[in-house]
């Protein structure tokens, strides 16, 4: 291990005004090595809400493997993050929300929980006062389809016979982004045979004074919209059989032939647990290895703390964690040769993927060369993880004891975003062009984004890592650095689809800029320079409420947290605001000092990660230290 940050060269000496972040930077670098695991990897907790939770119950029932002990383990977890207004959010300092809420509420009556008692009235008064079941999103109608406690005829069509059109042919199966791709598949066989396993009680409690009615339309869209599913709808009911049976034994073998060597489907959770639904309706048995490893992998997604409580992760983050961990240690001053540096670099070598998965449906022609976001997912590389995990490697290669392959991994990655870019010069996360946003229309699609538009902060990625390449002048690179200037936003920030939300945009957006060439002075620049020092906290760190992404008001406003306080400092420093220089910049050291804590880490209740913009958001459990050990080395060098 590397010495003190005191003794690291590039590092400014320790005047009063630095010797604060200085001290921090020591202790956080000292942390972050200490996570290390002896393979080479990190993994922080990825931490959502306790709908994660609930469905887990909710499949267990369902299967008929539900045990008391689990049981028990989980339905404490999920009484301990109810609100007091007995609701339950989906985000930390969030309001309630109505199908989390009633997800549950049912998984805690599954663990035996009595409606009479105070927590649960709470939560049924809540859910009947916001219109009760009859509101729940389309998902939790599906969850009490399955039990008997919602009419399969009130859940909008989706049949299995998307299967046979092919990519080309509106709302295809490739239409919808990777992760909702796995997801209908799943679904549409599930929809097509509308099992019913009847709760051992009722949830009447949960109903709202009004009946359910279709969602109100207003263009001619919309009425065509709800036509077609009236008339699919009367098909679902009535399929050609021969027809039927065909697609049931197409999606069959598309969803087994995506099963992860983990045992789960796309490495998050739910295209796996529809997945497991999906297969086990088919007739596979529980001892079928589909199943078996389909549950044990899950274990693996489960969390005991040893204190009764157990809560399940809907994602793994290693690759990411383990590719942004090593760029922080760089920015701190780790010697590249350190051996937990090349021990890193030497697992993500490894974990390149070299297979063709769903993306070479409209790549045909292109080589492999991606990475994924968690342990096991070949079947789904993503863009944005490829482009810092490059960025990660490039340093390392000189040091290591095998440069040429680790110099051959980057080139094969970077070949494979040069041919992942977008028609419109942007970059998405997994897939080329996956932009027919018909689909967002559809009536099964009210939770969660369904289609993979390119986002600014991806893009500013991979602009990135082709400047870091030293490659900024090539043409693919320049399209993206006009797709990122095309896409500011009026105030001078960039929206964050991946992280919440403008502060991470931002933060992603003007070191790429900066990098690739775009002057610190361009009047581009300093508007977002401008905009993060409006937005700065009067403590002087920065947060964002995750509520931006449905109110204005919001946007770049919240409680300080320790990644988003690093995000702003980052992009600062890229604009050539210094400690010595920039007010704004020495307050928001000042902050990251002030609050660590003895470990070297911070504290971070919040959500700043995005799964899905207003509907599904991430508590990565690593940002709060990765970010912050990134912003003060680059700061304070």
């Not at 729940?136 to 909008?156: K, Q, S």
């Not at 969390?303 to 090593?326: F, K, Y």
Request: one cysteine or more.
């Amino acid at each position: 291990m590397s010495g003190a940050i005191e003794d690291t060269p590039g590092l400014i000496a320790s005047p009063a005004a630095e010797s604060d972040g200085l001290a921090a930077l020591d202790r956080a670098r000292s942390y972050l090595l200490s996570l290390q695991q002896p393979a080479g990897w990190w993994k922080g907790e990825l931490e959502t809400n306790v709908s994660m939770d609930a469905e887990d119950m909710l499949l267990r029932e369902f299967l008929g493997i539900r045990e008391p002990g689990k049981t028990a383990r989980c339905a404490a977890w999920i009484r301990s993050q109810q609100r007091d207004d007995g609701t339950w959010s989906n985000f930390a300092g969030g309001p309630g929300e109505l199908s989390t809420t009633i997800e549950s509420y049912v998984s805690l009556r599954l663990a035996g929980d009595d409606p009479s008692q105070p927590h649960m009235r709470r939560a049924a008064e809540w859910v009947r006062a916001h219109g009760g079941l009859q509101q729940a999103r389309v998902f939790t109608h599906i969850w009490m389809a399955l039990f008997g406690a919602w009419d399969w005829d009130e859940v909008p069509a989706l049949l299995p016979e998307m299967i046979l059109l092919p990519a080309w042919f509106p709302l295809n199966v490739y239409d919808f982004a990777c992760w909702a791709r796995q997801t209908v598949v799943a679904l549409s066989v599930v929809l097509a045979l509308r099992p019913v396993r009847q709760l051992p009680f009722s949830i009447e409690e949960l109903h709202g004074p009004q009946p359910w009615t279709r969602p109100a339309v207003t263009t001619p869209f919309g009425y065509a919209v709800v036509a077609l599913d009236r008339v699919l709808q009367i098909y679902q009911r009535h399929p050609i059989t021969r027809l039927r049976r065909l697609c049931l034994r197409r999606s069959e073998r598309w969803i087994a032939d995506r099963q992860e060597s983990d045992g789960g489907w796309g490495g998050i959770q739910p295209p796996w647990v529809y997945s497991l639904i999906a297969l086990h309706l088919l007739g596979y048995s529980d001892d079928h290895p589909a199943i078996v490893r389909g549950l044990e992998g899950m274990e693996s997604f489960t969390i005991d703390d040893g204190d009764g409580l157990r809560r399940v992760e809907a994602c793994q983050s290693p690759v990411w964690d383990t590719c942004l961990a090593l760029i922080a240690l760089h920015d701190a001053g780790v010697p590249d040769d350190d051996e937990a540096v090349l021990r890193g670099a030497e697992w993500l070598v490894a974990e390149q993927i070299l297979g063709r998965g769903d993306w070479a449906v409209r790549r045909s022609e292109l080589q492999p060369g991606g990475w994924a976001f968690e342990f096991e997912n070949v079947n789904y590389p993503d863009i944005d993880d490829t482009a810092e995990v490059a960025m990660a490697l490039r340093p390392l290669a000189a040091a290591s004891a095998d440069p040429v392959r680790i110099q051959g991994a980057i080139a094969k990655g970077a070949e494979w975003l040069e041919g992942m870019q977008s028609s419109d010069g942007g970059w998405a996360a997994f897939d080329v062009d996956n932009t027919r946003a018909i689909v967002r229309d559809l009536p099964f699609c009210d939770f969660g984004e369904v289609i993979d538009p390119p986002s600014a902060d991806v893009t500013a990625h991979v602009v990135e890592m082709f400047a870091a390449l030293g490659r900024a002048d090539e043409a693919i690179p320049q399209r993206g650095i006009q797709w990122l200037l095309d896409n500011q936003e009026a105030d001078g920030s960039w929206f964050g689809r991946w992280g919440v939300n403008h502060i991470y945009g931002t933060g992603a957006v003007l070191p790429a800029l900066v990098a690739a060439g775009v002057p610190a002075t361009d009047d581009r620049i300093r508007r977002a320079v401008s905009w993060l020092k409006r937005m700065q906290n009067d403590d002087g760190g920065w947060g964002e409420d995750c509520r931006s992404y449905d109110d204005p008001a919001w946007i770049g406003h919240g409680d300080s947290t320790a990644s988003q306080t690093a995000w702003a400092l980052l992009a600062l420093h890229a604009a050539g605001e210094t400690v010595a220089g920039s007010e704004a910049v020495r307050r928001g050291v000042d902050w990251l000092a002030g609050t660590q804590l003895d470990d070297g880490g911070w504290d971070e209740p919040f959500h700043t990660g995005t799964g899905f913009p207003s509907d599904f958001y991430i508590n990565y459990h690593l940002y709060r230290l990765v970010f912050p050990v990134m912003a003060l080395g680059r700061c304070l060098r």
